[in-house]
């Protein structure tokens, strides 16, 4: 999202920062479709993965510590076991959300094509209890995806659990009104200044004797 910082840890058989903590969503997006599935190992240690994004996360302030786990496996590699992670990750103030991706069943051709097909569970290695135990050592939840749409509508749902904190907005007129009130201090000022004026020019002014005259008898 907008305004989010955002980074990306790959695992396999080990765990590695993939892209550190940015604002810039494009980078993650394009560092993200070069990676490639057996990168990092054919192995699984979500145990580490954990451990290492506590740790990249540990500055950051505690209402944004979140962490977002995607897998299609079970742990099968690393030094830390998953819960002992999420109880580290509970500790450090850090949510876990995780994601358990993958269809139940899946149509595989043979080798003459449609000849010889048969059906298999891609997601029979998904560890879904450890999962779901780690999401609420954390505070977090569990989500299982068994398609793109169904993962685009968890992260739809994951903004509305993590809302980003905005400054409060603050109206400030477009238009320019200062002169209103320079206006009117002038005018105040001119005013005072000419009603001042006049009034000395008053008190200045000579007095002229009254007119006389006088009659007799003639």
Do not use: C
Not at 135 to 155: M, N, P
């Amino acid at each position: 999202r907008t305004g989010d910082r955002l980074g990306l840890i790959l695992f396999g058989t080990r765990a590695y920062v993939h892209v550190p903590l940015i604002f810039d969503r494009a980078t993650v997006r394009e560092l993200l479709g070069e990676a490639r599935i057996g990168l990092a190992g054919e192995s699984t240690a979500i145990g580490d993965a954990i451990g290492l994004a506590v740790k990249r996360l540990r500055d950051r302030p505690e209402s944004a510590r979140v962490l977002v786990l995607l897998t299609d496996g079970a742990n099968t590699a690393g030094e830390v076991p998953p819960v002992q992670a999420a109880k580290l990750a509970a500790a450090s103030g850090v949510r876990i959300y995780t994601i358990g991706v993958g269809a139940e069943s899946m149509t595989v051709p043979g080798p003459l094509g449609l000849f010889g097909s048969r059906r298999i569970n891609p997601s029979a290695d998904l560890d879904e209890e450890t999962l779901q135990e780690i999401a609420a050592l954390t505070g977090g939840g569990y989500f299982r995806a068994r398609s793109s749409e169904e993962l685009a509508e968890i992260y739809v749902l994951l903004d509305q659990l993590e809302p980003v904190d905005q400054d409060a907005e603050v109206f400030r007129p477009v238009a320019s009104l200062f002169h209103w009130p320079m206006a009117l201090a002038l005018l105040i000022s001119f005013a005072w200044v000419l009603g001042t004026t006049l009034h000395g020019l008053r008190l200045a002014r000579p007095r002229r004797a009254p007119a006389t005259m006088e009659v007799g008898d003639g």
